[in-house]
C-alpha cells in the first residue's frame, strides 16, 4: 500500500463510496474536492504525528532506535476510511456555513462523528509502519526513438525498488502518444536515495498496465519498447506495513 506521504490517502472515488451525492454538492457550493482531500490529510497527519512524536521503534538488525515519522507511516485501510470521512465532514462544513443549510448541517455533523470514531478505530488497531519506506515514484519522462511501431497512445506507470527488494507505490497513470514509426522510450525521474532500480509498466489502457522489463532497470537507465507489449504484472501498490503501533491503555487497579 501506499505511504501516507504518497499523496493523500483517499481519493474522490473513496468519497464517492460514502457519499454517492458529493460530486454534485462540491459542484453547486463550488468546493474543490481535491484541496479538501489535501486539507484533509494534514490534519489527519498531524493528529498521527503526534500520536507517534516520543514513540521508537527498535531496529532488530541494529544497536539503535529510530524515531518514528509520518514519512513511514502506510496508508491502511483504516487510515485510508478515516481521512475519507474527515474529507467528507470538511466538505459538508463548508457547504453548511456558505448556505446554513439545514441538510448540510446534518452531513457535517454526521461525517465529523463518523471520522472521530475512525480515528479513535485507527490508534486502536494501530498505525502501520514501515521501516525502509520507499516513496511513490514520480511521473516517468516518455518519449520515442526510431522505429517501426505504428502511432499509438500508451499508459505508464513506474515504480522504484530498494536493494532489499521493495517495491514503492507505482506512479500516477500518464499516457503519451508515439507517432508512426518509432518506439516509445521511458524513463524515472526524481530517484529517492534508498533507490537501487525501477520497474516499468505499460499497458493501451490503463486497466491492461504490465511489467515490461526483466531485471531491475538502473536508475538513469532508459527502457525502449522492443516489438510489442509483454503481458508482465499490473503495478504495485507500495509496502505493507512492518510492524502497528497502537495507543497504550493503562488499567487502574481497583
Do not use: C
Amino acid at each position: 500500500m501506499a505511504l501516507f506521504t504518497d499523496g493523500p490517502p483517499a481519493r474522490i472515488a473513496d468519497l464517492k463510496r460514502h457519499e454517492s451525492s458529493i460530486l454534485e454538492a462540491a459542484r453547486s457550493e463550488g468546493i474543490d474536492l481535491q484541496t479538501k482531500l489535501e486539507l484533509a490529510a494534514e490534519e489527519v497527519g498531524d493528529e498521527i504525528l503526534t500520536f507517534l512524536l516520543g514513540r521508537e521503534e527498535r531496529d532488530p538488525h541494529a544497536a539503535r532506535r529510530r524515531e518514528i515519522g509520518l514519512r513511514s507511516v502506510a496508508a491502511t485501510q483504516t487510515v485510508r476510511r478515516w481521512h475519507a470521512l474527515h474529507t467528507l465532514a470538511m466538505v459538508y462544513r463548508d457547504a453548511y456555513n456558505s448556505q446554513l443549510n439545514d441538510r448540510f448541517e446534518g452531513k457535517w455533523r454526521e461525517y465529523a462523528r463518523l471520522a472521530a470514531a475512525a480515528g479513535r478505530q485507527a490508534f486502536e488497531i494501530g498505525i502501520g509502519v514501515v521501516r525502509d519506506p520507499v516513496e511513490r515514484a514520480s511521473a516517468p519522462e516518455a518519449g520515442w526513438t526510431a522505429g517501426s511501431n505504428a502511432s499509438e497512445t500508451y499508459y505508464l506507470r513506474v515504480s522504484w525498488v530498494d536493494g532489499a527488494g521493495r517495491e514503492g507505490a507505482a506512479s500516477f497513470p500518464t499516457t503519451y502518444e508515439t507517432p508512426a514509426g518509432s518506439q516509445l522510450t521511458v524513463k524515472a525521474v526524481n530517484a529517492p536515495v534508498n533507490a537501487a532500480g525501477w520497474n516499468v509498466f505499460v499497458g493501451s489502457s490503463e486497466s491492461t498496465m504490465g511489467q515490461q522489463n526483466g531485471p531491475l532497470l538502473v536508475p538513469g537507465e532508459t527502457w525502449t519498447l522492443a516489438g510489442g507489449l509483454a503481458a508482465g504484472r499490473a503495478p504495485g501498490e507500495g509496502q505493507a506495513p512492518d510492524v502497528f503501533v497502537v495507543r497504550e491503555t493503562v488499567l487502574r487497579r481497583g
